[in-house]
């Protein structure tokens, strides 16, 4: 059975799922994304692309789970989903209480420091995911991110066709930061600490004569910072949350020695 074409039908009509035969489907599917063999998103020689029936099948997956026991030393969960195993094979480095969920994908040389990464996310090669950060559902992180202490990256399954968050290769994301709603921070590009990013955030270029705004997406190599810009409501005046590019990285240096500079010249926190 083309797996594709059972979840379309199976998300079209519910009574399949007690059809083995679409379970296994399903479950195929998962076993695939926890593999890093299928993405909920892909990048593409055009863009990043949403593979819905991917997300169609992570929805899918939790109505054939059922809720069970799991005991870890003196400690409980109850919950539905498996969590990862194997580490040491795949090559992860895993502290206690880092915790991925089975169906998300953990690449090889990835540091997960007491963390949290969901079903559907994909974490590729020498990322470190730090100290209480969170990677949601589906979202897709690059080679070699930098995730900070308490980071939340959030997750999307729903609505189908919207894009999960997106951060690229290289990209720096320091302490509690926030990053939601699909939003892509693109290669190498750096968020100073405490930088909230959703949808409708103006994230504001200050380094040119006249400010640029844009939203959805920090640009390759951007240096970003927590900022505010006054905006008039009928009660007044206030100042309403915003991100400004204060710099870029150079390309022209070392990753890690751009990232530093690119911190001591804007005296960005991380």
Same mark, same amino acid.
């Given at each position: 059975m083309n797996h594709q074409a059972a979840i379309e039908e199976v998300w079209d009509n519910r009574e399949l799922l007690k059809d083995t035969s679409y379970q296994e489907a399903i479950n195929s599917t998962i076993d695939k994304i926890d593999l890093g063999e299928l993405r909920c998103a892909e990048p593409t020689p055009d863009g990043w692309q949403v593979n819905e029936?991917?997300? %169609?099948?992570?929805?899918?997956?939790?109505?054939?789970?059922? +809720?069970?026991?799991?005991?870890?030393?003196?400690?409980?969960?109850?919950?539905? +989903?498996?969590?990862?195993?194997?580490?040491?094979?795949?090559?992860?480095?895993?502290? *206690?209480?880092?915790i991925a969920r089975y169906g998300s994908f953990v690449a090889r040389g990835v540091v997960m420091m007491p963390s949290y990464v969901n079903i559907g996310a994909y974490v590729d090669r020498d990322t +470190?995911?730090?100290?209480?950060?969170t990677v949601g559902s589906c979202a897709q992180i690059g080679k070699g991110v930098h995730l900070s202490g308490g980071v939340g990256v959030g997750g999307v399954l729903e609505p189908l066709q919207a894009a999960p968050v997106i951060i690229e290769d290289g990209a720096f994301i320091g302490s509690r930061c926030i990053v939601v709603e699909g939003v892509k921070i693109g290669k190498e590009a750096v968020l100073g600490a405490n930088v909230v990013l959703t949808k409708s955030t103006h994230i504001i270029d200050v380094t %040119?004569?006249? *400010?640029?705004?844009?939203?959805?997406?920090?640009?390759?190599?951007?240096?970003?910072? *927590?900022?505010?810009?006054? %905006?008039?409501? *009928?009660?007044?005046?206030?100042q309403v949350p915003c991100a400004l590019i204060i710099g870029r990285r150079k390309e022209s240096t070392d990753l890690k020695t751009s990232l530093n500079e690119a911190l001591r010249t804007h005296s960005v926190a991380v």
């Open positions: 029936w991917v997300k %169609k099948a992570v929805v899918l997956y939790f109505p054939l789970r059922e +809720m069970e026991v799991i005991e870890v030393g003196p400690f409980e969960f109850h919950d539905k +989903m498996k969590l990862k195993t194997g580490y040491r094979e795949k090559g992860v480095r895993v502290v *206690p209480h880092a +470190m995911v730090d100290t209480w950060a %040119k004569d006249e *400010p640029e705004t844009i939203k959805g997406e920090v640009p390759a190599r951007s240096v970003v910072i *927590p900022g505010s810009y006054t %905006k008039k409501f *009928p009660a007044g005046e206030y």
